[in-house]
């Protein structure tokens, strides 16, 4: 049996499948969100409106950072796509 390579859709610079810090904080803050909203679907608890029950502000801000994060990781397969190839 043999192990097949495949490359990361992803591409980073020259570097093919390594994650900068600022692509591991998008994951882990779209990964809480996902955890969130499976709680409410699933178990109907909000999380992050518990935790920020009596600061509303701070959970629209999560709320914000999450999408955020979510528009930000759907751009990483098209950066570098539109370079000039001179």
């Known amino acids: 049996m043999s192990i097949i390579k ?17 692509n591991w904080l998008a994951w882990a803050t779209v990964v809480i969100g996902a955890l969130n909203w499976g709680a409410v679907g699933l178990f109907d608890i909000n999380l992050v409106a518990g935790i920020f029950e009596a600061q509303p ?6 709320y914000a950072l999450v999408g955020a994060a ?12 539109f370079k ?3």
């Open 84 to 86: 000039d190839a001179g």
């Open 57 to 62: 502000l701070l959970a629209r801000a999560v």
């Open 6 to 22: 495949t490359q990361s859709p992803f591409r980073f610079g020259d570097h093919i499948g390594t994650l900068g810090t600022l």
């Open 70 to 81: 979510g528009m930000y990781l759907l751009s990483i397969p098209f950066q570098g796509l």
